[in-house]
């Protein structure tokens, strides 16, 4: 073996003094909403499984009657039955003419800016917008320009000062999923519309949870028919694996032919489209999950006003509470694990210097009595316990 150079070993020696080091945790299914963590059996806030599909064994079931390697890219060999029911599946679900799927929800946003925009254009990206989308505008080489988090007077701005762009996105998480907050969509469509800019919004974590049909923050807000495109992910609420993209017939096939992330990636696997298929139909069939799965989020965030715990979140599973310094996020994640729960710490750079956090993600596997026992958990946080020590 070489020896490792110095900017390696110091890089990590840096995270570990910053609190940063991201451990390799195993974590083993024991069944909806809980896990077996390196060992210790919890009650699992950690994922987002938000409707408990991912692991039901009646998905299981699905994917094991289907191929398992798809063994090319769409375009070469890769569409297996499927494959195609699944995104007629989709399209019908989203309500638009067509649907294109891809290998992952990170996959579908590289590969659809990067197909939509170019040099000449311009893009308009939230501050705190998931890594994929910051890396498709990166990689398309649009005038990148970034807005404060939910600030339309800064974007209505930008949008002026870039009239000469040719073409000219809007895009935008549908539910932050740092923090829990849904994107002002009614108004940014109202920019959309007098800029003439195309918008895209991002539902990963509002598919299968938001809207009377769990289409998303679109469906919740009504503005479904004004937003170019939808991005979605098979990898949370539905419980399988995959991105997709939702909008017109047009727009479908301009990716098909230019999106290369799913050009040029082998197409999801037979068993996976089955499995995701049948999450589909229980998001549909089965519409307490999400009813359950919005009193929960009431129940917790009631809880956390009577302890005086911050979380900006005001809707949906995703309930951060925010604690400030990586070392505090960390030492209240250990605490709530002693007690039996997993609730991830939140550390930059997912989120910014000085906001690191405690991220519980709520899934209609839990019952009342979880959130409950949580609660009781937290009030060791409340109480300072934690970051009394920094
Ligand atoms: C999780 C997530 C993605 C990526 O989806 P994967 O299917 O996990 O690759 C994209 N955008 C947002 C907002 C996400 O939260």
């Given at each position: 073996?070489?020896?490792?150079?110095?900017?390696?070993?110091?890089?990590?020696?840096?995270?570990?003094?910053?609190?940063?080091?991201?451990?390799?945790?195993?974590?083993?299914?024991?069944?909806p909403g809980h896990s077996r963590v390196?060992?210790?059996?919890?009650?699992?806030?950690?994922?987002?499984?938000?409707?408990?599909?991912?692991?039901?064994?009646?998905?299981?079931?699905?994917?094991?009657?289907?191929?398992?390697?798809?063994?090319?890219?769409?375009?070469?060999?890769?569409?297996?039955?499927?494959?195609?029911?699944?995104?007629?599946?989709?399209?019908?679900?989203?309500?638009?003419?067509?649907?294109?799927?891809?290998?992952?929800?990170?996959?579908?946003?590289?590969?659809?800016?990067?197909?939509?925009?170019?040099?000449?254009?311009?893009?308009?990206?939230?501050?705190?917008?998931?890594?994929?989308?910051?890396?498709?505008?990166?990689?398309?080489?649009?005038?990148?320009?970034?807005?404060?988090?939910?600030?339309?007077?800064?974007?209505?701005?930008?949008?002026?000062?870039?009239?000469?762009?040719?073409?000219?996105?809007?895009?935008?998480?549908?539910?932050?999923?740092?923090?829990?907050?849904?994107?002002?969509?009614?108004?940014?469509?109202?920019?959309?519309?007098?800029?003439?800019?195309?918008?895209?919004?991002?539902?990963?974590?509002?598919?299968?949870?938001?809207?009377?049909?769990?289409?998303?923050?679109?469906?919740?807000?009504?503005?479904?028919?004004?937003?170019?495109?939808?991005?979605?992910?098979?990898?949370?609420a539905v419980g399988a694996a995959g991105?997709?993209?939702?909008?017109?017939?047009?727009?479908?096939?301009h990716l098909w032919h230019h999106a290369?992330?799913?050009?040029?990636?082998?197409?999801?696997?037979?068993?996976?489209?089955?499995?995701?298929?049948?999450?589909?139909?229980?998001?549909?069939?089965?519409?307490?999950?999400?009813?359950?799965?919005?009193?929960?989020?009431?129940?917790?965030?009631?809880?956390?006003?009577?302890?005086?715990?911050?979380?900006?979140?005001?809707?949906?599973?995703?309930?951060?509470?925010?604690?400030?310094?990586?070392?505090?996020?960390?030492?209240?994640?250990?605490?709530?694990?002693?007690?039996?729960?997993?609730?991830?710490?939140?550390?930059?750079?997912?989120?910014?210097?000085?906001?690191?956090?405690?991220?519980?993600?709520?899934?209609?596997?839990?019952?009342?009595?979880?959130?409950?026992?949580?609660?009781?958990?937290?009030?060791?946080?409340?109480?300072?316990?934690?970051?009394?020590?920094?």
């Amino acid at each position: 073996m070489t020896r490792d150079p110095a900017w390696l070993t110091e890089g990590l020696d840096d995270l570990k003094r910053e609190h940063l080091l991201r451990p390799r945790r195993v974590v083993e299914s024991l069944g909806p909403g809980h896990s077996r963590v390196d060992g210790q059996e919890l009650v699992d806030f950690s994922s987002n499984d938000y409707l408990g599909l991912a692991r039901d064994p009646r998905l299981a079931q699905a994917a094991a009657a289907a191929p398992v390697g798809a063994g090319a890219s769409p375009l070469v060999s890769g569409r297996s039955p499927q494959y195609c029911r699944l995104e007629e599946s989709l399209a019908r679900f989203e309500k638009t003419e067509a649907v294109l799927l891809f290998p992952s929800g990170f996959a579908a946003n590289l590969g659809t800016i990067t197909a939509l925009m170019g040099p000449d254009d311009a893009v308009f990206s939230d501050q705190r917008n998931h890594a994929s989308l910051i890396d498709g505008c990166r990689l398309c080489r649009a005038r990148l320009h970034i807005y404060h988090h939910q600030s339309l007077d800064r974007l209505r701005r930008q949008l002026a000062e870039a009239a000469d762009a040719r073409r000219r996105l809007i895009i935008t998480d549908g539910l932050f999923s740092m923090d829990g907050t849904i994107a002002p969509l009614v108004q940014l469509a109202d920019l959309a519309v007098e800029f003439d800019a195309m918008l895209l919004v991002d539902e990963a974590h509002a598919t299968g949870v938001l809207g009377p049909s769990g289409r998303g923050s679109c469906e919740r807000l009504e503005i479904e028919q004004r937003v170019t495109l939808r991005i979605g992910t098979l990898s949370k609420a539905v419980g399988a694996a995959g991105g997709f993209v939702a909008g017109s017939r047009a727009l479908i096939d301009h990716l098909w032919h230019h999106a290369r992330t799913q050009v040029f990636s082998t197409a999801l696997p037979p068993a996976t489209c089955a499995a995701a298929e049948l999450g589909l139909q229980l998001i549909d069939r089965e519409p307490n999950r999400r009813d359950h799965l919005e009193q929960l989020g009431n129940r917790l965030r009631q809880h956390l006003a009577g302890l005086g715990l911050e979380t900006h979140s005001e809707d949906g599973p995703i309930v951060p509470v925010i604690l400030g310094s990586a070392a505090a996020a960390v030492e209240a994640s250990s605490l709530l694990a002693q007690h039996g729960h997993f609730v991830p710490a939140i550390r930059p750079p997912s989120v910014a210097a000085g906001t690191a956090r405690l991220r519980i993600s709520l899934s209609a596997a839990h019952s009342d009595h979880n959130i409950d026992r949580l609660a009781e958990a937290l009030t060791l946080v409340a109480a300072g316990e934690v970051t009394a020590h920094e």
